[in-house]
């Protein structure tokens, strides 16, 4: 987990988002595909005006059964919400299957699959910006409103 630099407006600055991707980069190394091959990483940034912003990681973690399997974004939302977060801003996504070595080539962008878009729906505003990435230059960034219209929520 790490801390970044509060902005003064609700948009993300050009730092933050690079930061972000970084952070998602870094936790394709952590993920856990010996089924799938296909690694991915997020980190999810909190907002909360009372205390420093944080960046949650998070890796795709499966399981023979399947079932139990977790994705990366849901792994960083619950990693998140299970130290008392429960405000988010923003969070990034990077994906890819892994080369010879293991590890994984980021070869497009990798969106959240539906049940993570309806945790994401859960727990943020439809403003909640997804960032998927290819690297700290190459990225598209969407609103969960985009993502996941007429979503089952708090609302």
């Known amino acids: 987990m790490s ?4 902005s003064k407006s609700s948009e993300l600055s050009e730092e933050t988002i690079k930061k972000l991707i970084e952070k998602a980069i870094e936790m394709l190394d952590f993920s856990y595909v010996p089924y799938s091959h296909f690694h991915v990483g997020a980190a999810l940034l909190s907002k909360d005006e009372k205390a420093p912003l944080k960046i949650y990681g998070g890796c795709n973690i499966e399981n023979a059964a399947y079932g139990p399997t977790n994705c990366a974004e849901r792994t960083a939302f619950f990693k998140a919400v299970s130290e008392g977060i429960l405000n988010f801003a923003a969070i990034a996504v990077v994906g890819g299957p892994e080369d010879s070595a293991g590890k994984a080539v ?3 962008f990798c969106p959240p699959c539906g049940v993570c878009r309806q945790v994401m729906a859960e727990f943020c505003k439809k403003d909640f910006k997804i960032i998927l990435a290819k690297s700290t230059s190459d990225y598209k960034i969407f609103t969960l409103d ?3 219209p007429e979503s089952f929520s708090l609302e």
């Open 3 to 6: 801390e970044v630099t509060k």
């Open 106 to 108: 980021i070869e497009d």
């Open 146 to 148: 985009q993502l996941l």
